[in-house]
């Protein structure tokens, strides 16, 4: 799962939940893909060797390996999202940092805090928010249906669950 809870080693510590988008390509399999598609992208060249064609066909080659490239790094890039909700004794925090690295942070009473799962009508099913201090704001929205679904029942569990003592 892409998410992470973190709990506390001792009686001040707060539970931590870190989220994250998927990664179904890591960096090692990113540079494998591109050096595979450039080898092979490669084979129909070898007749052209030492001719004129060669030249016309390899600037179109070496732009389709450059945009394979460059669609894969947006796709990098555009999952740098990740989310850490913090739920301390009497004090809930989200801190979300965007893809290109501006960030957002709320936080509410812990106590009147609630989630909510929207079956329809979000931009995605299974939409998990968490309303507090007159606001309701999103959590895992790039996660799977089924990771909402699971996070849901985790997340609903620990805020229902009685808040530690304040140290």
């Known amino acids: 799962m892409p998410y ?9 510590q707060d539970i931590r939940l870190t989220l994250w988008p998927h990664r179904s390509l890591p ?9 595979t ?12 060797l030492g001719t004129f064609v060669l030249w016309g066909v390899l600037p179109f080659l070496l732009m389709a390996v450059g945009g394979i490239w460059w669609a894969l790094e947006q796709s990098y890039s555009s999952a740098r999202i990740e989310e850490v ?18 960030v957002q942070e709320w936080s509410c009473n812990r106590y009147w805090a609630s989630v909510h799962v929207h079956l329809d009508g979000g931009p995605v099913t299974y939409y998990i928010t968490i ?28 805020l229902r669950s009685p808040a530690p003592p304040a140290g």
């Not at 960096?27 to 050096?35: E, K, P, Q």
């Not at 450039?38 to 052209?48: H, K, Q, R």
């Not at 913090?86 to 290109?100: A, F, M, S, V, W």
């Open 37 to 48: 598609t450039f080898t092979l992208i490669t084979i129909p060249l070898y007749p052209l």
């Open 131 to 158: 309303n507090g201090a007159g606001r309701e704001v999103e959590i895992g929205a790039f996660l799977s249906e089924d990771e909402r679904k699971t996070l849901y029942a985790e997340l609903a569990d620990t």
């Open 4 to 12: 992470q809870w973190t709990q506390p080693h001792g009686p001040e």
């Open 27 to 35: 960096r090692r399999g990113f540079a494998a893909f591109v050096l």
């Open 85 to 102: 909700l913090t739920i301390g004794p009497e004090k809930l925090h989200l801190r979300r940092t965007n893809p290109r690295g501006d």
